[in-house]
């Protein structure tokens, strides 16, 4: 991780801190259950106006062969995480990322100028610099919907059931029971867990099919996501260019 670009504490230790509303968002990605629709992105792009070619979200491929022959495919929806010791905010000069309504990671967009140290930082590749506005763009939990008492716009669109979004504070909300029940089974994992931003996302995922075997495709540091990752030369590539 580039931490040469995070600044002196004090710059950013307010910002780490998330309101003192009770409330403890979180992510759990059932990547057993998403069948590649695009649903997500979809509703993501139309709710946020999201131009061509850029993505807040984006449903990575992973093709593996079968023991009995022939070829299968994971897929994988990918966003923010929504880290706890959040490295974006560390490294944001200006002071637009900041925590928002249940520690969502959020972008003030009257403070950005698009300076792009939040991009080099962020494991997952999940901020763009918007090519017209020059600011950093990324998932902000669909903050409007959810303080209306809504879901994020991907998570009502999705048919399959894949992704769950709410409070993981109230141990009855359904982000709360899958965490718990897959834990129980023993097939739930984060992503990249070892860079320590505490992330807010956990994936479902099969014994023999470990996270650590599509982790690879899953843009990094001073990436985005990105046209390529549809062409049918990446699908069966080891990784992330």
């Given at each position: 991780?580039?931490?040469?670009?995070f600044?002196?504490e004090?710059h950013?230790?307010?910002r780490?801190?998330?309101?003192?509303?009770?409330?403890?968002?979180?992510?759990?990605?059932d990547?057993?259950r998403c069948?590649?629709?695009?649903?997500c992105?979809?509703?993501c792009?139309?709710e946020?106006?999201?131009?061509?070619?850029n993505?807040?979200?984006?449903t990575?491929?992973?093709?593996y062969?079968?023991?009995q022959?022939?070829?299968?495919r994971?897929?994988?929806?990918?966003?923010?995480?929504?880290?706890e010791?959040?490295?974006?905010?560390?490294?944001?000069?200006c002071?637009?990322l900041?925590?928002?309504?249940?520690?969502?990671?959020?972008?003030?967009?009257d403070?950005?100028?698009?300076?792009?140290?939040?991009?080099?930082?962020?494991?997952y590749?999940?901020?763009?610099?918007?090519?017209v506005?020059?600011q950093?763009?990324?998932?902000?939990?669909?903050?409007?919907?959810?303080?209306v008492?809504m879901?994020?716009?991907c998570?009502?669109?999705?048919?399959?059931e894949?992704?769950y979004?709410?409070?993981?504070?109230?141990?009855e909300?359904?982000?709360?029971?899958?965490?718990?029940?897959?834990?129980?089974?023993?097939?739930?994992?984060q992503l990249?867990?070892?860079?320590?931003?505490l992330?807010r996302?956990?994936?479902g995922?099969s014994?023999?099919?470990?996270?650590?075997?599509?982790?690879?495709?899953?843009?990094?540091?001073?990436?985005?996501?990105?046209?390529?990752?549809y062409?049918?030369?990446?699908?069966?590539?080891?990784?992330?260019e």
């Open positions: 991780m580039r931490s040469d670009l600044l002196a004090e950013w230790r307010e780490m801190q998330a309101p003192d509303d009770g409330k403890k968002f979180g992510w759990v990605v990547v057993r069948f590649g629709c695009h649903g992105e979809v509703a792009k139309a946020n106006d999201v131009p061509l070619g993505y807040m979200r984006q990575i491929y992973h093709d062969e079968k023991p022959g022939g070829l299968a994971i897929m994988v929806p990918m966003a923010c995480q929504h880290c010791d959040a490295p974006c905010i560390k490294a944001c000069p002071g637009a900041h925590k928002g309504m249940g520690g969502s990671v959020q972008v003030d967009y403070v950005c100028s698009g300076h792009g140290a939040c991009k080099e930082v962020c494991p590749g999940a901020i763009y610099i918007d090519p506005a020059n950093a763009i990324k998932c902000h939990n669909c903050t409007h919907r959810v303080e008492g879901e994020p716009a998570v009502s669109t999705c048919p399959s894949a992704l979004f709410g409070d993981l504070n109230d141990p909300s359904k982000v709360s029971k899958i965490k718990a029940r897959l834990e129980a089974e023993g097939e739930l994992g990249r867990a070892d860079k320590g931003t992330p996302a956990w994936f995922h014994k023999d099919r470990p996270i650590d075997e599509w982790e690879p495709k899953i843009p990094r540091e001073g990436q985005s996501y990105h046209n390529d990752a062409s049918v030369y990446e699908w069966k590539k080891g990784g992330a």
